[in-house]
Every structure is written in structure tokens, then in C-alpha cells.
């Protein structure tokens, strides 16, 4: 069995050694076994979780959703309807910020196009609509 210190895991995922220890504390990955200095080692389980963890943070699954998806691994017998609900729900709420970050994108775009270079601050149509959130286009923000 190869054992790892943390360091070595942070190298081999990416994932710096104090985010190893959030999801230590977190509960995202187990308590690692100690030498005899009480340093941590890491068998190739946990750095498989911990890649699993990893690619799920990159995807932008919230640490709660990413609890549940482990729970789930951690039974691979039972149906995976629970996991595609848990990145169903993700999808839409992903597809939601892009809806409202168009909008916030095309109110900079108009904010940005009527005022222009050349004008002084005090005509500026970017601190003006800054200024009174009433004049924004979209209303959401």
C-alpha cells in the first residue's frame, strides 16, 4: 500500500495542503492516518476522493452538493437518479447566473456606449446610472 504525505497529494491534485485540511475538517474526505511524528499520510483512496472533490469544486458544485455526491459514490449499487437530480439542479442554477449575466453584460454595454470618451464626469452615463440603480435597463441587479 503506498502512503502519501500531504504535501505529495497537493502535487499529485492541485489542491493546496490547506484546502486538504478544510475538507478534512469539512468531512469531505476522512481523517487521515498519522506516523509516529504525526505527520499525515494519504492512501490512493483518499487522493481518488480528493480528485473527485476537486473536479467537482472546478464544475461549481457547492460543498453540500458535494457531500451528497459522495455519499452517493460511496454506494455505487443504488440507481444514480439522486446524482442527475443534484446536476440537474446545478445546470439550472448555472444557466440562470449566464441569464442574469447577460443582462448585467448588456447594461454595461449601454452604460459604456452612451457615455463615451470624451465627456466629463459630470454628464458621465456610467457614475449616473451607478449612482441611481432606478436607471439600470434590466431592474434584476
Known sequence: MTVLTIGRV???TGVKV???RYYEQAGLLEEP???AGNQRVYDEKAVQRLMFIA???ELGFSLEQIRELLQLADDPDQPCEQANQI???HLAAIESRMKRLRSLKKELQNMVHVCGENGTIANCRVIETLA???KCLSGKH
Request: proline share 6%; hydrophobic share 15%.
Open 87 to 89: 446536476a440537474l439542479q
Open 33 to 35: 492516518q498519522r506516523t
Open 132 to 134: 441611481d440603480h432606478g
Open 55 to 57: 473536479h467537482s469544486r
Open 10 to 12: 497537493s502535487r499529485r
Open 18 to 20: 490547506p484546502t486538504i
